[in-house]
């Protein structure tokens, strides 16, 4: 499943400031480019058994401290506002092309398009109390069972769609790369504000651009910096819906 990627992505560059002029010196320099550039990241001894503390821990503390009062208050609200299930339960894609099953807080009204069709900004899908849960990610919360399970890990490239996996691995080149590393409740391309609806294929390009950069660069303390990023972000969309007000 490994691929060279030939994506643009902002990691160190070869220090070699003259390009040679002649063919074989340019395609020689060229190779050298783009073994230094995209040569395949082997993060610290002990990430793996740290992230997955990690994982299990906060999940843990998240799903007693917080999911054990707050389920029921949504389950309510979910019911009283629309017809169906409480949990909404998809197929999604995880590490290695492997499916499972992934958990969510149903925001949508029950229809037949929900494991084809994309969500969009003002779908008419969505109920009422799912406008809010989807802005503030809290729908995403029970996907902290997904994480104790071990299908997916609380940072990583989102998981998507069995659908959408089949349908971008057909037509953007190297998007298969993001499936060698464990799906994740957020990612960098989550915390350079690429969420929700793909539009366009330039923007799903650049999403997969940062999943490729995290995939090179994972660390213990780049986790750490997009689960906080990722926290704050939740914390003032949460606020601006509520109060109306943009927040500088």
């Known amino acids: 499943m490994k691929q060279q990627t030939t994506l643009d992505l902002p990691l160190p560059k070869v220090q070699n400031t003259a390009i040679p002029q002649t063919d074989m010196a340019s395609i020689?320099?060229?190779?050298?480019?783009?073994?230094?550039?995209?040569?395949?990241?082997?993060?610290?001894?002990?990430?793996?058994?740290?992230?997955?503390?990690?994982?299990?821990?906060l999940s843990a503390l998240?799903?007693?401290?917080?999911?054990?009062w707050l389920t029921p208050i949504l389950a309510i609200l979910i019911k009283l506002t629309s017809k169906g299930p409480v949990f909404f339960v998809q197929k999604r894609t995880g590490y290695?092309?492997?499916?499972?099953?992934?958990?969510?807080?149903?925001?949508?009204?029950?229809?037949d398009e929900a494991d084809v069709?994309?969500?969009s900004i003002n779908d008419n899908r969505i109920t009422k109390i799912g406008k809010f849960l989807r802005v503030t990610h809290l729908d995403e919360t029970p996907q902290f069972f997904n994480?104790?399970?071990?299908?997916?890990?609380?940072?990583?490239?989102?998981?998507?769609?069995?659908?959408?996996?089949?349908?971008?691995?057909?037509?953007?080149?190297?998007y298969n790369l993001r499936l060698e590393v464990q799906p994740g409740m957020t990612g960098m391309a989550?915390?350079?504000?690429?969420?929700?609806?793909?539009?366009?294929?330039?923007?799903?390009?650049?999403?997969?651009?940062?999943?490729?950069?995290?995939?090179?660069?994972?660390?213990?303390?780049?986790d750490i910096n997009i689960l906080?990023?990722?926290?704050?972000?939740?914390?003032?969309?949460?606020?601006?819906?509520?109060?109306?007000?943009?927040?500088?």
Request: aromatic share 16%; hydrophobic share 40%; charged share 25%.
């Open 117 to 119: 069709r994309q969500v």
């Open 28 to 57: 020689r320099y060229m190779f050298q480019e783009m073994n230094q550039q995209y040569l395949e990241h082997q993060p610290a001894p002990y990430y793996v058994a740290v992230k997955r503390i990690m994982d299990v821990s």
């Open 228 to 248: 906080f990023t990722t926290m704050i972000c939740v914390f003032v969309k949460g606020y601006e819906m509520i109060t109306g007000k943009k927040s500088k």
């Open 62 to 68: 998240f799903i007693v401290g917080v999911m054990s």
């Open 190 to 222: 989550q915390i350079k504000d690429y969420i929700g609806e793909i539009s366009v294929e330039r923007e799903l390009r650049k999403r997969i651009q940062w999943d490729i950069y995290y995939m090179k660069n994972r660390s213990v303390s780049l």
């Open 147 to 174: 994480v104790l399970l071990g299908d997916m890990s609380i940072v990583g490239p989102r998981p998507h769609m069995l659908y959408h996996t089949k349908y971008y691995s057909e037509c953007i080149p190297y």
């Open 96 to 111: 290695m092309g492997l499916e499972f099953d992934c958990f969510k807080f149903r925001t949508m009204y029950v229809n």
